[in-house]
């Protein structure tokens, strides 16, 4: 009897470690393709990479797909327990911790073809008003830019289509989200813009864990170990590959 006891002692107590390590996680992002969208394989690129490594280091999740401005807010109120694509800004460490760079973004301005604008410094553009999606953080100085005349909107479609309007003079993105981006806009949207030469910024895209979650640490280590051993075995590698990039 008392073997048997503690073999069910054991048994318990493997479970309660189970059920810790696979802890289930309200991860959030914005539609935000090809990085993330419901409507893609696997939910994007981000969405794979994320929810992967996250799966590799023992956590289950559940994925929502809300405005920007939302998957903030819920972050920063301990709704959701992840933020899966957030650039760097000293604001948002007082609501989340950063995990370390997962990916790489490439932020470019776009213009009317028939503008002859071009990009050396952020002083030449203050004459010019500039699409901004509300809630994004694109660099550290173009967002401490007063005298930028940026105008916030809902999503990066808004912004090209008031772009290619002329109700604005440029708008910024990613490059790889804003060349995906055109592919599904009308041709006369598609054939009116075009990136100006330099880019505004390269930034690391990061996993972003809410301070409400008490393993906000733990899930951030876990995740960069993670993507570290995707990276070390191919993993990695096979996920960029599968997503086109």
Do not use: C
Request: glycine share 6%; charged share 25%.
């Amino acid at each position: 009897m008392p073997r048997l006891l503690r073999a069910m002692a054991l048994l318990g107590m493997l479970l309660v470690a189970q059920d810790v390590s696979a802890q289930k996680l309200r991860i959030a992002g914005d539609a935000w393709a090809p990085y993330s969208d419901v409507s893609l394989l696997n939910g994007g690129l981000s969405t794979d990479l994320v929810r992967t490594a996250l799966g590799r280091a023992g956590y289950t999740t559940e994925y929502e797909q809300v405005p920007w401005a939302r998957a903030i807010h819920g972050v920063s109120e301990g709704r959701y327990d992840v933020l899966i694509n957030a650039w760097y800004s000293e604001e948002r460490t007082r609501i989340g911790q950063f995990s370390g760079e997962y990916l790489l973004n490439r932020v470019r301005f776009l213009k009317r073809k028939s503008s002859d604008i071009d990009y050396q410094s952020l002083d030449q553009l203050h004459p010019y008003s500039i699409a901004v999606v509300r809630g994004y953080a694109y660099s550290s100085a173009f967002d401490k830019d007063a005298d930028l005349k940026t105008v916030p909107v809902v999503n990066f479609s808004t912004a090209v289509r008031m772009l290619a309007a002329g109700r604005v003079e440029l708008t910024v993105e990613d490059e790889y989200a804003a060349r995906f981006a055109l592919t599904r806009e009308p041709d006369e949207v598609r054939d009116s813009v075009e990136f100006v030469h330099n880019s505004l910024s390269e930034n690391g895209l990061h996993m972003l864990v809410s301070l409400r979650n008490p393993d906000h640490e733990t899930i951030v280590t876990d995740f960069d170990n993670a993507i570290a051993a995707m990276k070390a075995d191919g993993t990695y590698d096979k996920i960029l590959k599968l997503h086109g990039r």
